[in-house]
């Protein structure tokens, strides 16, 4: 029912900015908590980004923080995520995800996502 389908990612040099997007369909976009996770070559899938469904609930990973923006257009049912600064160790498969129910305490969780987009590759390198 639910589908997250991302774009923008794509090739970067270091020092440089990239956006990437997730539009959500087929629910109630107003209603979900949204969050972007990233899985570089060869490690886990972390957490970059969250936002709540509470107006200025925003949470990051220390590695981004300061570089990394999450917002969300509600009226297009977009979630993005503004990269600048990039470094090369934020190249990785970039994954936007939503949940109706998850609470702030578990936003950082991956299982407390019920709906993920494809995966989008992001890649920072000269």
């Known amino acids: 029912q639910v589908q997250l389908v991302e774009s923008g990612g794509g090739l970067a040099q270091p020092g440089n900015s990239l956006r990437v997007s997730c539009v959500v369909s087929?629910?109630?976009?107003?209603?979900?908590?949204v969050a972007w996770f990233r899985q570089p070559p060869g490690k886990e899938r972390e957490f970059v980004a969250a936002?709540?469904?509470?107006?200025?609930?925003?949470i990051y990973a220390d590695s981004v923080k300061g570089r990394f923006t999450i917002s969300r257009d509600n009226a297009k049912n977009t979630v993005y995520l503004q990269m600048n600064s990039l470094k090369p160790e934020d190249t990785g498969i970039y994954y936007c995800?939503?949940?109706?129910?998850?609470?702030?305490?578990?936003?950082?969780?991956?299982?407390?996502?019920?709906?993920w987009g494809q995966g989008t590759q992001v890649t920072v390198s000269s």
């Open positions: 936002d709540s469904r509470t107006k200025g609930a925003t």
């Open positions: 995800a939503a949940s109706s129910t998850i609470i702030l305490s578990n936003m950082r969780n991956i299982r407390g996502y019920s709906h």
């Open positions: 087929g629910g109630n976009f107003r209603g979900y908590a």
